[in-house]
């Protein structure tokens, strides 16, 4: 091959963001377009840096804005190339026109999200506000707790995406700054085995393929719009789920490291239990460990796939418990949330539904304390304790001023 | 869990000198975790940089840290920001100054009754590795107070990490971490 | 295309030109190439026109200024000579007549049911300059 191949530690300190950019060069992704963005800069810049040391066989195509660098892409992987960017919040945004073609047109592009707030009042830290904004988009959506996640999860979404009973696209997401730019230790793959997990790219439906010319992005109209978009979601509720679990067991064999659609923990027994994404999760993990020293049963749901959501998984992961706080890290502007959403539809049609309260949380970089969850798993407690629910179902933590609650 | 909160300035090399830090520390089997908060804050502009060491994998992520150690790598820092702020009865300061213990207690009150611990790691840098970047000379006054390695250990694993630098530099560098380590007090 | 279901047809917003294998595309004429019937050469707009162009050859000069303009490639031309009107794919538009440059013009719009006998039996001569 005519690059080179990097030596690394079996335990490097990374953070997210570099975690990331070396998945990318694993993979050998042949073209990067792309608009950086804070916090998600070093993952291109990254990439880019591999690509002029000589360490990946590719092309770095520097665009004008986020909405060019996604175009780039869908070129890019219409054309037959293994393609992924990254971006974050007001970048993001402005790549939605695309993301949906990019879906539509079935390209699998893997998109880095490192997520922060949405303007205005402008931010660069992190919440869900652009991973929620993504979520009708036709992709798949992984979400990592910490930088071992967004190094494993690049991985396992090339595996997914091109498959070709799947060609969708995935973002990978990763908490802004709390996920980014916090150095831990990851165990790393070598090169030789991170790229034979995801393989030589097999290409369908390639532009460059000039035997069997095709036509990418075709208007269909009413005749065949409703079809395409069926097809689309037929796929990503019953095609995507089982090839993730796949691709999940697969890595756990090569590298020791088990993923679930859903991330249990401490769930068998728990009587309270705490849904949340990114971070988060790692934190109430902790939390509610020291919850159990102090004799309330609590336990941490973990979502792992954010689309397509794993609603059956969710509600057997749930099943018993008799207190659920579902936490959003995105101001549902009117709405109680969509976790709290998701959640109350998976549990609406079930023999025991739960206690279901929703908070709001860490909106723009605000921390999560462990304070606060332990504040919160006893207010659960609470209401298991009155057998009803005794504050209102939508809760802010963390925010200055009077107590905001409503419904 | 050992826990460490850096008070620097954008660019004076906080963020390298706590991912710095964790990489070493990882290289003896610990768990570590290294953050900052900058926002898009200027070069020179007050900031904090956090590392977490604990013998499990950590899974805490919360900002909000009552740290065993506080270091101080620019002089200005103690008198415009709070640098005691969530600290523990024990906490320890390693705080970069001119002046001697009893002199910067009297220009900061709030130091009274603290294990304070100071090192000139500007003046270190400037006159060894020719910048005032402190980061690293601050690292060989931590292992003088903390204890937690072998000097010499320390500085071995320091070449490793900045071994993409010129060697003029790296030597620089090790000279800074030993002066820190010795001129500590 | 047939209203097939939506589990029927290939993965994409994407259409085949071709059904099978292609190739030597380049050299193949448009006429002999297999298209599949998902490509729109296969479907004719005849039926649109309401005034057809005529090709006269006699005062053709092959400048190729129709097969230039022409907005849907319905200009037949082979070896850099004008042949003729593709007469599936012309809608009537006479952005062809309207750019010939000779004088007489070589192409003309007549009735869509001129025959082309009659319609050359009533080409003008060439218009002297004053």
Redesign the interface.
């Given at each position: 091959m005519a690059f080179d191949k990097m030596e690394l530690k079996d335990i490097e300190v990374w953070d997210g963001n570099f975690a990331a950019a070396q998945a990318l060069r694993q993979s050998q992704i042949d073209v990067v377009a792309a608009y950086p963005i804070t916090p998600s800069t070093p993952i291109v810049e990254g990439y880019a840096k591999f690509l002029a040391d000589g360490y990946i066989e590719g092309e770095f195509v520097m665009v004008e804005s986020e909405h060019a660098a996604m175009s780039g892409c869908v070129g890019a992987s219409a054309a037959g190339g293994r393609v992924a960017t990254a971006t974050s919040s007001q970048g993001f945004a402005l790549m939605i026109e695309v993301l949906y073609q990019a879906s539509g047109m079935r390209l699998p592009i893997i998109l880095n999200v490192v997520n922060r707030a949405l303007a205005a009042p402008l931010n660069v830290n992190g919440d869900h506000a652009d991973m929620y904004l993504g979520r009708d988009s036709g992709w798949i959506q992984l979400g990592a707790y910490c930088p071992q996640d967004a190094y494993d999860l690049n991985f396992i979404a090339f595996k997914v995406a091109e498959d070709h009973d799947v060609r969708l696209p995935c973002m990978v997401h990763q908490d802004g700054f709390m996920t980014s730019h916090t150095a831990q230790g990851v165990h790393t793959l070598t090169d030789d085995v991170a790229y034979s997990f995801v393989g030589d790219f097999k290409p369908m439906n390639d532009m460059l393929d000039f035997e069997h010319p095709v036509t990418h992005g075709v208007q269909t109209e009413e005749d065949w719009h409703f079809e395409h978009k069926a097809r689309q979601h037929n796929d990503l509720m019953t095609k995507v789920l089982p090839k993730i679990q796949a691709a999940f067991d697969s890595f756990e064999k090569l590298s020791g490291r088990k993923y679930n659609l859903v991330e249990s923990y401490d769930m068998a027994d728990a009587d309270v239990c705490v849904v949340c994404m990114g971070s988060s999760v790692e934190t109430a993990r902790e939390v509610a460990t020291e919850m159990r020293a102090k004799g309330i049963k609590a336990g941490v749901v973990g979502i792992r796939v954010i689309r397509p959501f794993p609603f059956m998984e969710i509600a057997e992961a749930l099943k018993g418990v008799k207190a659920i706080a579902a936490l959003d890290r995105s101001s549902p502007n009117g709405a109680p949330g969509m976790l709290f959403n998701e959640i109350a539809g998976a549990l609406y049609n079930t023999a025991d539904r739960a206690m279901l309260c929703g908070y709001i949380y860490g909106l723009g970089g605000r921390d999560l304390t462990k304070k606060h969850l332990a504040n919160l798993y006893t207010e659960l407690q609470a209401n298991v304790d009155a057998g009803k629910i005794t504050t209102q179902l939508q809760q802010f933590i963390g925010v200055r001023g009077p107590k905001l609650a409503f419904l | 869990m050992l826990e460490i909160r850096w008070h620097s300035r954008a660019g004076q090399g906080a963020v390298t000198g706590?991912?710095g830090l964790?990489?070493v520390i990882?290289?003896t089997g610990k768990?570590?975790?290294?953050?900052?908060?900058y926002?898009?804050a200027k070069r020179g502009a007050a900031m904090t940089a956090y590392n977490r060491v604990a013998d499990k994998v950590?899974?805490?992520?919360?900002?909000?840290m009552e740290p065993d150690f506080v270091f101080v790598i620019d002089p200005a820092l103690v008198y415009t920001t709070d640098v005691t702020i969530h600290a523990k009865p024990n906490t320890k300061y390693i705080i970069t100054t001119h002046l001697t213990k009893q002199e910067l207690i009297a220009s900061q009150p709030k130091l009274e009754g603290k294990e304070i611990y100071t090192v000139d790691c500007i003046k270190i840098a400037q006159e060894t590795i020719g910048r005032p970047i402190p980061n690293t000379p601050m690292l060989g006054a931590f292992m003088k107070i903390s204890g937690m390695y072998d000097i010499e250990f320390f500085k071995d694993s320091m070449v490793r990490i900045l071994g993409k630098l010129p060697q003029k530099i790296i030597d620089a560098n090790m000279i800074a971490i030993q002066r820190a380590y010795d001129e500590v007090k | 295309m047939a209203n097939i279901g939506w589990d029927e047809f290939e993965i994409g917003a994407m259409l085949r030109t071709f059904d099978g294998k292609i190739d030597d595309i380049a050299g193949t004429l448009q006429e002999d190439r297999a298209y599949s019937p998902n490509s729109s050469f296969v479907a004719s707009v005849a039926d649109w026109r309401i005034k057809k162009p005529v090709f006269n050859k006699d005062f053709c000069i092959d400048c190729q200024f129709c097969w230039v303009y022409c907005p849907d490639l319905s200009i037949i031309a082979r070896d850099k000579k004008m042949i003729g009107v593709d007469m599936d794919h012309c809608k009537g538009c006479g952005i062809c007549v309207e750019v010939c440059p000779t004088n007489p013009k070589s192409l003309l719009m007549f009735n869509e049911h001129t025959d082309e006998e009659t319609a050359l039996a009533q080409w003008p001569t060439k218009e002297e300059k004053e």
């Open positions: - | 706590a991912k964790a990489d990882s290289t768990h570590v975790q290294a953050f900052a908060f926002g898009s950590i899974m805490n992520h919360e900002k909000y | -």
